[in-house]
């Protein structure tokens, strides 16, 4: 029982991290500094519940916001640069993170010893969940409730106006800068809440293994954060869901005993999918308006622009 609460506990944190990557690359934007972002709220709300004794829900806050502020901060350089070029700056980004936190030692003296980042080491001790006496159950309700209200709020947003501006932006950017988008507001917004998500994410992480190191935030956990949506469909937020299900569910833990060769089926999964249903698993039609831009509204157009969820 505890290692199927466990994998649900693994599948609701990355589906909060695909759900980060969603927002950026519904702009058209490839990021693969997602990895960073969760490593930033890892380490910022475990110092604050562990070495400063925060309560946990202010933690979480604090270390999504202060993602949300670096991602955005990233998201202006980043217009600066398109495809392969973005793909490389931000993925020196989130290696930049991984060394500053490898680097990092910062410790507290407590009752029970140092506490706090110590290099190479990691960082261990965060313990809030075992000192409170959260059961495995209770921690899992978190994670999922935490997946519920993203999801809700992402649905929300997707139907609203900022979500009208995104799709505009990802499906052609010339046309959406010729009907007056601010393709700048539309990037960084994306870079500022994708960040909040990651960070949010990151949080829950570190206090659900209590001990993290810079090797839990590779380049392979920001390809991951990208594959899920990518997989699932960008037009759609359960399709990040079902992929992470599949991926984290399937392929790592249901075909651990392939070994390594569960990295080449993932490898050739995405390559199929890309190649039979290059919108996603469970992507619909993207629909799109800009033609009557002058019609309804003198931004957008006449198209709210609605997703299924």
């Known amino acids: 029982m505890d290692f199927y609460i466990g994998l649900l506990q693994v599948i609701g944190v990355h589906t909060l991290l695909g759900l ?3 927002c950026i690359l519904h702009t ?12 930033i709220g890892a380490y910022v709300a475990g110092m604050l519940t562990a070495m400063a004794g925060w309560p946990l829900g202010l933690a979480l806050l604090t270390a999504a916001l202060i993602a949300s502020l670096i991602a955005i901060a990233i998201g202006f350089p980043a217009l600066r640069v398109k495809g392969l070029m973005l793909v490389v700056a931000t993925t020196a980004f989130a290696e930049i993170i991984r060394l500053v936190f490898f680097n990092l030692k910062w410790q507290v003296q407590t009752p029970n010893g140092p506490i706090g980042p110590d290099g190479g080491l990691g960082f261990g001790g965060i313990r809030y969940f075992p000192a409170n006496a959260w059961s495995g159950l209770e921690i899992l309700a978190l994670i999922w409730s935490l997946v519920a209200a993203v999801m809700l ?4 947003l997707d139907r609203s ?6 799709r505009a932006v990802g499906e052609d950017e010339v046309a959406a800068q010729s009907a ?3 393709l700048t507001a539309a990037k960084v917004s994306a870079f500022g809440i994708g960040g909040a998500i990651a960070g949010l994410a990151g949080g829950i992480f570190s206090h659900n293994t209590t001990h993290i190191e810079h090797g839990n935030f590779t380049i392979l956990l920001a390809t991951f954060a990208i594959a899920y949506p990518i997989i699932g469909g960008l037009k759609s937020l359960l399709g990040t869901l079902v992929a992470v299900v599949f991926i984290q569910g399937v392929l790592i833990e249901g075909l651990r005993f392939l070994g390594d ?3 080449l089926l993932f490898g050739a999964m995405i390559l199929a999918i890309m190649l039979i249903r290059p919108t996603g698993l469970l992507s619909a039609p993207l629909r799109l308006n800009l033609s009557n831009s002058k019609k309804s509204d003198p931004v957008i157009g006449n198209n709210p622009g609605a997703h299924h969820a």
């Open 20 to 22: 980060s990557a969603w």
């Open 28 to 39: 058209g934007q490839v990021s693969l500094a997602q990895g960073g972002f969760f490593a």
């Open 153 to 156: 709020a992402l649905w929300m």
């Open 161 to 166: 106006r900022i979500g009208t501006l995104w």
């Open 180 to 182: 007056g988008i601010n």
């Open 261 to 263: 060769w569960r990295s």
